[in-house]
C-alpha cells in the first residue's frame, strides 16, 4: 500500500468538477484506491462518495492506494493533484 497526503487548494474544494477528475483518474487504475478525512474513508472510484467527504479548500486529504498498479496510480493522482484537479486557474464563465 502506498500513501500521499494533499492539501486540496481548488477555491471550493473538492467540487462536482475536480471530484470527477479525480474519480475519473482512480477508475483508470485496477488498485483500490480510498480517499481518507477526518478518520472517514471513501472510494475515491465512487463520485457521490468523494462528494461526501466535502473537502474544503485549504484542508488535507489522505489518498491509499493498494493494489498491482499503485505505483502508476499514486503518480497519475499525485499529478493531478499537483495540478489542481484539472481545474482551470484564472478563467471565468461569462
Known sequence: MQQLEVTVQTPVG????????LVQTAKAFQS???????GR????????S???L??????RVSIQV????ETDALAAISQLAANDFG??????AT
Open 87 to 92: 481545474e482551470a486557474k484564472g478563467v471565468s
Open 50 to 52: 468523494v462528494l461526501s
Open 41 to 48: 474513508k471513501v472510494s475515491a472510484k465512487s463520485l457521490l
Open 66 to 69: 493498494n493494489g498491482a498498479d
Open 14 to 21: 473538492l467540487h462536482a468538477r475536480p471530484a470527477a477528475n
Open 32 to 38: 483500490d484506491i480510498t480517499l481518507e478525512k477526518a
Open 54 to 59: 466535502a473537502v474544503k479548500s485549504g484542508e
